[in-house]
């Protein structure tokens, strides 16, 4: 069974410090996505990632996938509080997605 | 463009009782999926449906169910509601291979 882990469940950051956000899973899979969700709301897409290597960018924020790691990573840049949500990962499995754990960031002023 | 709708925003239930819950996703989109988020947790799958036919099942009861209509409108189902059901609904929409699109949420309590 596909499983998705994220690392880390909790992070409280200064603000313009920099912070890596990690995404292991279990099988194979080409295709994985991030998503934001602030609290009560639903989930916002951020990353859409289709192949090995790829990498994309929007704003202070980088996400990578290397599909034979099996590794996705997010990456902020210079953290401000307009950042503090909680982030997930998610894998495409056999018509559904599986998402991560979800890591919860809270930047500090 | 109108992204993919819910309907009702919030809803109480109380323990045995039955709960419909309405999707309407982007124009456009054939598929339909259903995600079950309890609080603090990331969702977690329940259905899939395409061309109004069943694609996936989570591992979730019978008490869940649902169907998918000639406008690839949706609805779930939960039948004699538990405790444990209360949580955050998820629809979402996508076209048949691509980026899936979430509605804003149904957020069930049950009492």
């Known amino acids: 069974e596909l499983k998705v882990e994220q690392n880390p469940l909790f992070l409280s950051m200064q603000e313009g410090k920099n912070y890596t956000i990690y995404c292991n899973y279990s099988?194979?899979?080409?295709?994985l996505y991030w998503y934001r969700q602030d609290p009560g709301k639903s989930l916002e897409s951020l990353f859409v990632l289709l192949s090995n290597g790829a990498v994309k960018q929007e704003g202070r924020l980088m996400a990578s996938l290397d599909t034979k790691a099996r590794l996705s990573t997010l990456h902020i840049t210079a953290a401000v509080h307009d950042l503090s949500a909680t982030y997930f990962c998610a894998v495409e499995g056999t018509y559904k997605y599986i998402f991560g754990t979800g890591t919860r960031l809270k930047v500090l002023a | 463009d109108a992204g993919v709708t819910q309907s009702p925003t919030h809803l109480i239930k109380t323990r045995g009782q039955h709960v419909t819950l309405r999707c309407s996703p982007i124009s456009g989109h054939k598929s339909v999926s259903w995600y079950q988020q309890v609080l603090g947790q990331g969702p977690q799958f329940i259905f899939q449906y395409y061309e109004k036919e069943e694609r996936g099942r989570g591992n979730f009861p019978d008490r869940f169910s649902a169907r998918q209509f000639p406008n690839y409108s949706s609805e779930l189902n939960v039948n004699a509601l538990l405790l444990g059901d209360s949580a955050l609904y998820l629809c979402?929409?996508?076209?048949?291979?691509?980026?899936?699109?979430f509605g804003p949420g149904t957020r069930l309590t049950v009492l």
């Open positions: 979402a929409s996508s076209l048949r291979a691509g980026a899936t699109f």
């Open positions: 099988t194979t899979s080409d295709r």
